[in-house]
């Protein structure tokens, strides 16, 4: 005879432990990525094919800057998250598996890192 | 003991038994356009940097978005922004319990595909007109 609830009995024990994890970070970013989705349309996507000074005049504004700054951290975090659950679906075989995850997973780092930096690098000054 | 009828048993069925519904096509497509914006997501981020590196290098890899390739893939990645949008502000629906009904899903399913590409033609105007 066990006190315990049947949830408090089987969890953990599934193969992968917890779950819930990447569908709540996708969601979450997913929700962050709504309004920022917009205003990357509506500040910075005119500007592909623009000159390099208005480029450099639009980071001027905070606004622009920041919200640019976060959309592309959080995009390439959503961006990673369905890339790793697009693999763990198709991809079979242990070694190419982990090859994949360590790869997308690391260019989204850096991608989003290096994205941040050019657009802070404008913002303070060019 | 080994499993003698291994790869023998029959299949539950799958994709190619069913007859082609437009959920299951939102369903593939959202992967596909999420995965597919990979590419104009690193073509933005390159031109950022060349941006924050200077004038020439800039007009460079902007001379690349802007050709015909260029533009093929960032029209491309505009309507596969759109049906993801779309798409993903549907399932934050669904997360909450709604739209389950027959009629919903296929109402909602040709809704949002019709809806990306007028959303896409819609941007494409405000780009070329302000």
Redesign the interface.
Known sequence: MTYKTDMARVKGLGTAKEGTHEWWIGRLTSVALIPLTLGFLWRVAPLIGGTHAEVLAAFQSPFTAITTILFIMIAFVHLAGGLQEVIVDYVHGKALLVVLLVSTRLTCLGMGFAGAFAVAKIAFGG | MADVNRGKRPLSPHISIYRSEINMITSILN?IT??G??LA??L??W???A??TN?AY??FV?GI??SWVGLIV?FGS?WA?WFH?LG??R??VM?FGYGYELKSVDFWGWAIVGLSFVLTAV?IFC?AT?
């Open positions: 992967r999420g995965v914006m990979m997501a690193i933005i981020v031109w950022l940097l941006a924050a004038e800039f007009d902007n978005l802007t960032m505009l922004l949008f993903g502000l399932h934050l997360d941007s780009l302000f």
